[in-house]
T-cell receptor, first 114, second 110 residues
Framework: ETGVTQTPRHLVMGMTNKKSLKCEQH?????MYWYKQSAKKPLELMFV???????ENNSVPSRFSPECPNSSHLFLHLHTLQPEDSALYLC?????????????FGSGTQLSVL | SQELEQSPQSLIVQEGKNLTINCTSS?????LYWYKQKYGEGLIFLMM?????EEKSHEKITAKLDEKKQQSSLHITASQPSHAGIYLC??????????FGKGNQVVVIP
């Protein structure tokens, strides 16, 4: 148990659906991250929030929309996704945003887009 | 091109045998992190190495950082089925993020 909880664990959605992924941490961390993990590829950093402000957006398509209402919660809103968006989406948190910060990961949401 | 190369891509060992996996960076490392992942799950932090020559151990897992080669090796002694999984290295290049390799898949046969 890392202290970072993601829901749902599995999600199947059609290309026209709208869904949201949720991440919650009660570690008192100030930074939260969304990563995408596709088969045979390295983990890709999608978004970073520090003290509820977005500090990184790594050329992610607009069909992915993050939201950080407070330092404990992070959402990823999904709409009109493509089959190639099927992947494991991982949330992580760290004490602060910066280098030499250890990341704590959630168990991920396995997303399948049909 | 890939900044971090992990080798071998996959490894099958018999229970009780030792194994070593490697992570090599094409750029100067400020720090190197090792994580373990079970299939379809999140990453569990194992160790962080920051200085050249640094070596850390946790239970039967030892990791070293070779500053000259910009490479880290992770060694497991007397492997057990619980050691099976994907080992990911993450590189700190001093730019507020970790860059990850593709992982080493380890299978331990009882």
């Amino acid at each position: 148990e890392t202290g970072v909880t993601q829901t749902p664990r599995h999600l199947v959605m059609g290309m026209t659906n709208k869904k949201s992924l949720k991440c919650e941490q009660h570690l008192g961390h100030n930074a939260m991250y969304w990563y995408k993990q596709s088969a045979k590829k390295p983990l890709e950093l999608m978004f970073v929030y520090s003290l509820e402000e977005r500090v990184e957006n790594n050329s992610v398509p607009s069909r992915f929309s993050p939201e950080c209402p407070n330092s404990s919660h992070l959402f990823l809103h999904l709409h009109t996704l493509q089959p190639e968006d099927s992947a494991l989406y991982l949330c992580a948190s760290s004490q602060e945003w910066g280098w030499q910060e250890k990341l704590f990961f959630g168990s991920g949401t396995q997303l399948s887009v049909l | 091109s890939q900044e971090l190369e992990q080798s071998p891509q996959s490894l099958i060992v018999q229970e009780g045998k030792n194994l070593t996996i490697n992570c090599t960076s094409s750029k100067t490392l400020y720090g190197l992190y090792w994580y373990k992942q079970k299939y379809g799950e999140g990453l569990i932090f194992l160790m962080m190495l920051q200085k050249g020559g640094e070596e850390k151990s946790h239970e039967k897992i030892t990791a070293k950082l070779d500053e000259k080669k910009q490479q880290s090796s992770l060694h497991i002694t007397a492997s057990q089925p619980s050691h099976a999984g994907i080992y990911l290295c993450g590189a700190d290049y001093g730019n507020n993020r970790l860059a990850f390799g593709k992982g080493n898949q380890v299978v331990v046969i009882p």
